[in-house]
């Protein structure tokens, strides 16, 4: 039993598309203790490929049939790229056409960037009165830290649990919140990608290190763990970042020629530039 909490309703957990992100939450809930292996079914067009990423986590219930993953999940997330979508939906209505499933008892739940729930309407229409979701996690669920924003769209009373089913998940991998549609493409420039500036920020941090003498392995520890002690004082303090940036910069001291260094570079307009062009994308990617 998960510290997290006990799912009410979902027994079976589904992923149409077994990459990055399906392996990421999926792994998260596994460490979690919130799902159990056989619990996760997953498809993708290359069973050997699927095999060998996710029979290491346990995970046997692994297909090439999107249909089967409709078929015989509760919550199914569909995690292909967007531009894939169109390609899977014959598995849908293939899948629909069985009268012994009840499909009232289907929580939906597509994780595609730029994807909007009136698209997922139209899509997926043979399976109304539903509740159809609209998620954005980002990676760093794999290890309990990540984001996710969702929303919804609701018909169907039925499987209500089943949507608190999916919040449990997504607040047992980080911070979860529920939020306008309007708002998903601009937390996806934000958080979705964002994990990767942050990855690019530690590797000039370790190189800068390297150049400077410190050996790679090191360098790169203390540039990972100075971005998370910083993100936890974050956090942790609720202080302003400019507050806690001024409690290192002792006057005429190092910190203050690196910050100047930064701020020569355009550091804040170009990370500012980064999550509007990719909120952007995002928004194309519909
Ligand atoms: N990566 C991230 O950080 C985030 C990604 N997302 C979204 O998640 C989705 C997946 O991204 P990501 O995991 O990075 O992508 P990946 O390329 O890592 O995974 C895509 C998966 O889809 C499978 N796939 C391709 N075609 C089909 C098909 N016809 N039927 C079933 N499966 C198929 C691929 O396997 P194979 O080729 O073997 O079939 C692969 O397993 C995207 O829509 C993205 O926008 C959202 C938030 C963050
Ligand atoms: O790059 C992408 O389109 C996806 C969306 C968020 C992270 N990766």
């Not at 990055?20 to 939450?25: L, S």
């Not at 400019?242 to 290192?248: F, G, I, N, S, T």
Request: aromatic share 6%.
């Amino acid at each position: 039993m998960s510290s997290a909490g006990r799912l009410e309703t979902c027994k079976a957990v589904g992923f149409i598309g077994g990459g990055n992100m399906a392996y990421a939450i999926a792994s998260g809930l596994l460490n979690k203790g919130v799902l159990q292996s056989e619990q996760i079914h997953v498809s993708a067009t290359n069973l050997e490929n699927l095999q060998m990423r996710w029979s290491p986590l346990g995970v046997k219930r692994t297909t090439v049939s999107n249909e089967e993953i409709v078929r015989k999940a509760d919550i199914i997330f569909i995690c292909v790229k967007p531009q894939i979508f169109p390609r899977i939906l014959d598995a849908f209505e293939m899948a629909h056409l069985d009268t012994n499933v009840d499909w009232s008892r289907k929580l939906f739940v597509s994780i595609m960037a730029g994807v909007t729930l009136a698209r997922l309407r139209q899509n997926l229409s043979m399976f109304r009165p539903y509740t159809l979701a609209r998620a954005m996690p980002n990676t760093p669920m794999q290890v309990g830290v990540g984001c996710t924003v969702y929303c919804r769209i609701e018909t169907n009373i039925a499987n209500a649990s089943l949507y608190k089913d999916m919040e449990l998940m997504f607040k047992a991998l980080g911070v979860a919140h529920e939020v306008e549609e309007s708002k998903i493409n601009a937390v996806t420039g934000l958080a979705g990608c964002g994990p990767a500036y942050v990855y690019e920020f530690i590797e000039a941090l370790a190189d800068g290190g390297v150049k400077q003498g410190i050996p790679r392995a090191m360098a790169l520890q203390l540039a990972a763990q100075t971005v998370m002690g910083a993100a936890k004082t974050v956090l942790d303090t609720g202080k302003h970042p400019a507050v806690l940036k001024d409690e290192v910069c002792s006057p005429g001291g190092a910190t203050i020629h690196g910050v100047h260094a930064l701020e020569q570079g355009s550091m804040r307009g170009t990370v500012m530039n980064a999550v509007e062009c990719a909120t952007k994308r995002a928004a194309e990617l519909s």
